[in-house]
């Protein structure tokens, strides 16, 4: 198993969703896979607006650099990570994007948006952690 199936990606919402749920906020997720391409939007009613929008661009930039967003604007890449942004409108550097991996290889990203940015990356990385545990069992 080594691409973005829809049953990961469904795996992966539902975990997002479960996530959220228990934390009491209303959140949009996104799952894209590893083109950038939406694989499963999920929204629940009294999400924000803008959460949808925000949930796709925290996991394409998940996915375009295979780390969290939040977590680009260390001291050392700051810059570059500015320049990208003004660059590409797709990326967005918020907590709540966290990439998919299967053995080792990104195959798509979880971006979670309508709670504070702490509960979006917890829920964002309960998304992950539902790959990885699934990925652990596969043969």
């Known amino acids: 198993m080594t691409a973005m199936t829809l049953a990961i990606a469904r ?3 539902d975990a997002a969703l479960w996530c959220a ?3 009491g906020v209303k959140v949009a997720v996104v799952v894209v896979d590893g083109h950038g391409d939406p694989q ?30 939040d977590e680009l604007s260390g001291a050392d ?4 990570v500015r320049q990208a942004a003004v660059a590409d409108p ?7 994007g966290w ?5 080792g290889r990104t195959v ?3 971006g979670v948006s309508g709670g504070s940015l702490s509960e979006d990356r ?10 990885r545990r699934h990925a652990a069992v596969q043969p």
Do not use: N, W
Not at 41 to 62: C, H, M, N, S
Not at 99 to 103: E, H, M, T, V, Y
Not at 122 to 131: F, M, P, T, Y
């Open 21 to 23: 749920e228990q934390s």
């Open 40 to 69: 499963m939007v999920a929204v629940q009613e009294g999400a924000p607006l803008i959460a949808r929008d925000f949930a796709l661009k925290k996991a394409y930039t998940a996915l375009v650099f295979h780390s969290p967003p």
């Open 77 to 80: 890449g700051f810059s570059a």
């Open 108 to 110: 798509g990203a979880i």
């Open 90 to 96: 797709r990326l967005l550097f918020m907590a709540g």
């Open 99 to 103: 990439p998919l991996d299967i053995g």
């Open 11 to 13: 795996m992966v919402t």
């Open 122 to 131: 917890e829920c964002a990385r309960a998304g992950a952690e539902a790959v």
